[in-house]
């Protein structure tokens, strides 16, 4: 059996640290300003980003991977005699999964693996983690893969948002309905809706009493179900972001809660003080 080797992109959201001691291999994203291109992670920061973003006064955009990126990063380890296991962001939200499709097609290469997480951020870094403990077990590239696809449809996530001024820029909310947000402090909770990102909730207040209402929608969801792994990510200040984690951990008592800040790639559309939840949901055991 050959080595497997696991890529995933930035939008994944993992920290450094952990994709070095587990041997993930990251492809950054763009961003992308008028003038400026920048690769997610590498030539710059979410920080870096939200000053850029003040300095310019523009909103930066996200570039999904082309082809091209894609017959650099497999030639590496193909010629090395590697498997390789790409986890991507989501076709429903970027071009980067049919870019490694035609990468693969146009190699004719059969040892990569394409999984398609429907995901972004927290949610995609969930698979990638797993991912790792699957490689662990031993298991092959094929029925790694095989894995991850049965556990896309399990994989929820929330955000609770806070950038009006992004909102509005972005043409997604009118000027009129900008003032009415600031004044009643809206937090809209989005969530993916038919493979759509959609808001399911108005939160008004700060984004702490976003969090609880977000969590009444993850323990609806959950239902009678147990949670495999939870992830956050977030572009608050760390000392918020602590106090929201630990009223979830004490909400939720899991074993094992993770925690990293947004990217670029989320961070260019979320914008400050965004803070999300996802979680990948046990398999129901089947009632003989």
Not at 74 to 79: A, E, Q
Not at 89 to 118: M, P, W
Request: with cysteine; aromatic share 10%.
């Amino acid at each position: 059996m050959n080595k497997v080797v696991i890529l995933t992109d930035s939008t994944a959201d993992l920290s450094r640290m952990y994709t070095i001691e587990q041997d993930v291999s990251v492809i950054p994203l763009f961003i992308r300003f008028e003038d400026e291109v920048y690769k997610d992670g590498v030539d710059i920061s979410i920080g870096e980003l939200f000053t850029k973003v003040d300095e310019k006064k523009e909103v930066a955009r996200s570039t999904g991977l082309r082809s091209g990126d894609f017959h650099n990063a497999f030639n590496k380890y193909i010629k090395r005699g590697y498997d390789i296991l790409y986890i991507g962001i989501g076709s429903n939200l970027s071009s980067t999964i049919q870019s490694a499709l035609i990468a693969k097609q146009e190699l004719e290469a059969k040892n990569i693996y394409i999984v398609d997480s429907k995901s972004v951020s927290a949610g995609l870094g969930l698979l990638v983690m797993h991912a790792v403990e699957l490689r662990k077990q031993g298991l092959d590239a094929q029925k790694m893969k095989k894995k991850l696809d049965e556990l896309v449809p399990r994989l929820h996530f929330y955000y609770v948002l806070s950038d009006l001024d992004l909102l509005y820029q972005t043409s997604r909310i009118t000027p009129f309905k900008l003032k009415l947000a600031k004044l009643t402090h809206l937090k809209p909770i989005v969530t993916m809706v038919n493979d759509r990102v959609e808001m399911i909730y108005r939160s008004f207040g700060s984004i702490e009493h976003g969090v609880h209402k977000m969590m009444y929608f993850i323990e609806k969801k959950k239902k009678h179900q147990h949670f495999m792994k939870m992830m956050i990510t977030h572009s608050l200040p760390d000392e918020q972001a602590d106090t929201c984690y630990e009223y979830i951990q004490k909400h939720l008592k899991l074993e094992k809660l993770y925690m990293n800040p947004l990217g670029c790639v989320l961070g260019a559309s979320a914008g400050r003080n965004a803070f999300g939840v996802a979680y990948l949901l046990k398999e129901t055991p089947r009632k003989d």
